[in-house]
């Protein structure tokens, strides 16, 4: 493997254990920090990403059942693409091809797609 790809990789890696770190640290009320949805001000329906900023923000603090209530789909969505991440670093390392059947292919972002878009009219019914 090249010996950029693995510094990426470990680059990626690290920005992603800082941000993790200064959630954690960072105990204040970031939801106040956020602006607010455009669409949800404008036209009163929430949005497809709505709900998905204090997801990720109950994520990283651990309260996951909390986290799921606020957009289920974000949740699972980040678990998915955190397995992925994790296979593709072994894979990547190890020179192995374990569990590619995970990596994302154009199938799955249509379906993606079309999951959220049921999903927010149904929330907004």
């Keep these: 493997m090249k010996k950029q790809v693995k510094q990426m990789l470990l680059l990626e890696l690290g920005i992603l254990f800082l941000v993790l770190i200064i959630f954690i640290i960072v105990k204040t009320k970031l939801i106040s920090l956020m602006p607010n949805c455009l669409i949800?001000?404008?036209?009163g329906i929430l949005c497809p990403s709505c709900g998905g900023t204090r997801c990720v923000i109950n994520l990283v603090q651990g309260n996951f059942v909390q986290s799921f209530l606020y957009h289920p789909i974000f949740f699972i969505t980040i678990w998915y693409l955190a397995l992925v991440n994790?296979?593709?670093?072994?894979?990547?390392?190890?020179?192995?091809?374990i569990l590619v059947f995970l990596y994302p292919k154009t199938k799955f972002w249509i379906i993606f797609v079309i999951v959220i878009l049921i999903f927010t009219v149904f929330r907004n019914i």
């Design 40 to 43: 949800n001000t404008y036209f």
């Design 86 to 97: 994790i296979v593709y670093v072994i894979n990547t390392f190890t020179n192995k091809k």
